[in-house]
């Protein structure tokens, strides 16, 4: 694949230790142009993110591409964070040196709007934290619905992981959900049907450490400590990779099957709050307003993520 061929992306994130396999990914590959990374309160505080997101370019040796600190809180609720799974740092795990590289002055929400009005309307937003920073950006500036190219989303699905009804990344900020999946634009989203599906086991572990550069070494050291939460916490036998699945399609949709589906996001139920409702049979007979991802091939993509990684050896 040319240069030219790249697909431009904006990662949008809360690093959160599948967040820094998502960008890690995005930075190896040859079919992604990342033009830069955005932050939000998630996982962790803002600051912290904002921290881990800085740690992960130096380890990937990405010196040019900006990242800007976005916000600090949900639109209306109170912020949550994930320590339970992620730690207090948000990244616990690797000890990792403090970066040299610092986040641009500018705003994400500032820095979303004007790289998206300067473009051919060829960005994707690939979103894998609370969605706050992107409905800012479309609340703030709706010239920019038509520039996007297609939301990435890592979010929802039919069962929830914070709350019966509800995954981590909607319930932080469903008013925010909300205005992103009402607001027309193309949506694909990666909830936890298929996520789940992306577990990287023991097995999975051995092959990227088989690479054996410093990146690999870093990601197993990230899926030790997140596959030990996802033990403890929910009796999983590996740490389901979810954000990296978002990069995975925008290098290759065709290792996902999806179907288009009408999701609403519910932000007033007294157990649901924060639920995608997912109308799996069309019986509200509203128009899809989201390509939804279903099934993951998964020896295509391991593959592919095990290849991509290996590039490292060349780059760092
Ligand atoms: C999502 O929540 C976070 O803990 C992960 O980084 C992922 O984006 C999974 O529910
Ligand atoms: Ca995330």
């Not at 040796?61 to 992620?86: F, M, W």
């Not at 979103?127 to 890592?154: C, D, Q, S």
């Not at 996802?230 to 290759?252: L, N, R, S, T, W």
Request: overall charge negative.
């Amino acid at each position: 694949m040319g240069t030219d061929d790249r697909r431009k992306i904006i990662i949008d994130c809360d690093p959160g230790h599948d967040d820094a396999i998502a960008i890690l990914l995005a930075v190896a590959s040859p079919k992604i142009e990342l033009v830069g990374i955005t932050t939000v309160a998630g996982n962790a505080e803002v600051d912290k993110t904002t921290m881990n997101a800085l740690k992960v370019c130096e380890i990937a040796g990405l010196r040019d591409v900006p990242v800007a600190k976005g916000a600090g809180q949900p639109l209306v609720r109170r912020r949550e964070t994930a320590s339970d799974i992620h730690g207090d740092t948000g990244m616990d795990g690797p000890e990792l040196p403090a970066p040299t590289k610092t986040a641009v002055s500018e705003h994400a929400v500032d820095f979303l709007i004007r790289e998206l009005l300067a473009s051919d309307g060829d960005i994707t937003l690939v979103p894998v934290g609370p969605l706050t920073n992107i409905a800012m950006a479309m609340r703030k500036e709706p010239a920019i619905l038509p520039k996007i190219r297609e939301v990435v989303i890592m979010g929802g699905g039919t069962f929830g992981n914070w709350t019966p009804a509800a995954e981590f990344n909607i319930y932080v900020d469903a008013e925010a959900a909300k205005i992103v999946f009402e607001s027309g634009v193309p949506i694909t989203m990666f909830g936890l049907d298929l996520t789940h599906q992306a577990l990287a086991t023991e097995e999975v572990q051995a092959r990227i450490k088989g690479i054996g550069n410093r990146v690999s070494d870093f990601v197993v050291e990230l899926l030790q400590f997140f596959m030990q939460t996802y033990k403890e916490v929910f009796g999983f036998d590996g740490a389901p990779i979810h954000d990296a699945c978002c990069v995975a399609y925008c290098i290759d949709p065709t290792l996902f099957g999806c179907r288009k589906l009408r999701v609403d996001i519910e932000t007033k139920g007294e157990f649901s709050y924060g639920m995608t409702v997912v109308d799996m049979l069309g019986v509200t007979g509203k128009e899809p307003n989201a390509n939804v991802a279903l099934q993951l091939d998964r020896d295509r993509f391991w593959t592919m993520m095990v290849d991509t990684l290996n590039n490292y050896a060349k780059k760092v």
